[in-house]
T-cell receptor, first 111, second 113 residues
Framework: EDQVTQSPEALRLQEGESSSLNCSYT??????LFWYRQDPGKGPEFLFT???AGEEKEKERLKATLTKKESFLHITAPKPEDSATYLC????????????FGEGTQLTVNP | DAGVIQSPRHEVTEMGQEVTLRCKPI?????LFWYRQTMMRGLELLIY????????DSGMPEDRFSAKMPNASFSTLKIQPSEPRDSAVYFC???????????FGDGTRLSIL
């Protein structure tokens, strides 16, 4: 069975303090790994899709990377508006369009 | 382009009542998903449709839950009878093709008293 583990559960940063969030996964065959951002009272908002080890994607202060066992979401010089819960999800190559989500990392960036 | 639209945004009802949640996917999207999010279990897939046909309903918790997609622009998730443990936020998402990301609505917060 697919397993997705995110760490840490919660992270507090000062504005400008860079850090990384981790997403470890165990699947028999990875079709894609997805990163989402979720604000309170809202649905998850799509950020990135990664398909193969070594792939990287960037968007503003965020960069996502992928290895064969984990993905990192690097946040460079974060701002308070980056505060949110970040979710990763995996899609296995034998599971159709089913996504399995991790529990998320709640990020707080203080001014 | 309008996103995924869910209604109602909030629902409070008493145990035993029927609950119907509604979803309008993004136009042109072939896939529709129903998820449930709780503090204990996180975000979990209940069922998904491709071209209005249910493909995977293995996440539907029990027979009290049912989902339909009568056409490409509308889907419902029904709970009958409802129980307090069904309290959660229910999300609908749609996807254009199998290799595209899923786009979520803002959810229905359901409270069963």
């Amino acid at each position: 069975e697919d397993q997705v583990t995110q760490s840490p559960e919660a992270l507090r940063l000062q504005e400008g303090e860079s850090s990384s969030l981790n997403c470890s996964y165990t699947v028999s065959g990875l079709r894609g790994l997805f990163w989402y951002r979720q604000d309170p009272g809202k649905g998850p908002e799509f950020l990135f899709t990664l398909y193969s080890a070594g792939e990287e994607k960037e968007k503003e202060r965020l960069k996502a990377t992928l290895t064969k066992k984990e993905s990192f979401l690097h946040i460079t010089a974060p701002k308070p508006e980056d505060s949110a819960t970040y979710l990763c999800a995996v899609q296995e190559d034998t599971s159709g369009s089913r996504l399995t989500f991790g529990e998320g990392t709640q990020l707080t960036v203080n001014p | 382009d309008a996103g995924v639209i869910q209604s109602p945004r909030h629902e409070v009802t008493e145990m035993g009542q029927e609950v119907t949640l509604r979803c309008k996917p993004i136009s042109g999207h072939d896939y529709l998903f129903w998820y449930r999010q709780t503090m204990m279990r996180g975000l979990e897939l209940l069922i998904y449709f491709n071209n209005n046909v249910p493909i995977d309903d293995s996440g539907m918790p029990e027979d009290r839950f049912s989902a339909k997609m009568p056409n490409a622009s509308f889907s419902t998730l029904k709970i009958q009878p409802s129980e307090p443990r069904d309290s959660a936020v229910y999300f609908c998402a749609s996807q254009q093709q199998w290799n595209q990301p899923q786009h979520f609505g803002d959810g229905t917060r359901l409270s069963i008293l």
